[in-house]
């Protein structure tokens, strides 16, 4: 009987060292799990936080790069007095030779009407020519004049000449950013403030929006001179100064 009573008392043992074993690994395990468990939910979350920083810097950028530059008059850069009776609306292309030749043409004609308050003019770059370059020359030009504008407003006269006095050829890659920080540098912008903002086209979506604007309006070239809402027919010196004296008086 003694022997019997030993043997079952070491099979209960047994038995308990077994169970208890057995605890403890179901323990371990658990342990394991609630751990992989924690670890799979940070992990988790830290893709949520990376994903939602990642979707608003990118929702930033978007809404930035949508923004149009400071300092516009009447959707486009206005030079001259805000109460002078004439509103001359021009809308030209940089990469456009006639637009050059408009330029060289009427721009002390332009200029007097400013300084004497009889006419304000209000500028409008737009982008119908990015065909006639292999860099979109048209977009990334009036971009750089945005930049100006946004940053040195005072400098975007001066800017706007030397674009013209060294506008590229047709078919050509146009000048580079870099020539165009250049001269807008020469022409007195803060070429700090111009620089990331002419190497990325952040004003890109602004020169695709007037462009939209100009076609919607009907028009199809470039320059595209309108005088207080009245478009001329023609781009002649003669004509375009007939129909300011004419608002001039009316």
């Known amino acids: 009987m003694t022997n019997a009573r030993n043997a079952k008392t070491a099979r209960e043992k ?14 371990r395990k658990r342990t394991m799990i609630t751990a992989a468990v924690l670890a799979a939910a940070v992990a988790l979350i830290g893709i949520f936080v990376l994903v939602k920083v990642a979707n608003d810097n990118k929702n930033a950028d ?11 008059v009447d959707g486009g850069i206005g030079i001259g007095k805000p109460t ?12 456009c030779p006639i637009c050059a030749q408009f330029e060289t043409a009427n721009a002390a004609q332009l200029q007097s009407w400013v300084d004497a308050g009889t006419a304000r003019v209000v500028y409008h770059p737009v982008s119908i020519l990015d065909r ?3 860099t979109n020359y048209s977009t990334r030009s009036a971009n750089a004049s945005a930049a100006v504008l ?9 800017f ?14 146009g000048l580079t950013d870099e ?15 111009i620089t990331t903002p002419i190497t990325t086209q952040q004003f890109a979506s602004w020169v695709t929006t007037i462009t ?32 300011v004296d004419a608002a001039a008086k009316g």
């Open 14 to 27: 047994a038995a308990e060292l077994r169970a208890q074993a057995a605890k403890q690994e179901a323990r």
């Open 62 to 72: 978007e809404a930035k790069a949508k923004q149009p530059p400071a300092n516009l």
């Open 84 to 95: 002078a009776k004439v509103k001359i609306d021009l809308y030209e292309d940089f990469q």
């Open 132 to 134: 006639m370059s292999s």
């Open 150 to 158: 946004n940053s040195s407003p005072t400098a975007w006269p001066a």
């Open 160 to 173: 706007h000449k030397a674009l013209y006095a060294n506008q590229p050829a047709e078919n050509s890659a």
């Open 179 to 193: 020539k165009l920080i250049e001269l807008a540098g020469q022409a007195g912008a803060d070429k700090n403030a």
């Open 212 to 243: 939209d604007d100009f076609s919607k309006a009907g028009y199809t070239g470039t320059p595209t001179v309108v005088v207080n809402g009245k478009k001329i027919d023609t781009i002649d010196p003669a004509a375009v100064k007939a129909a």
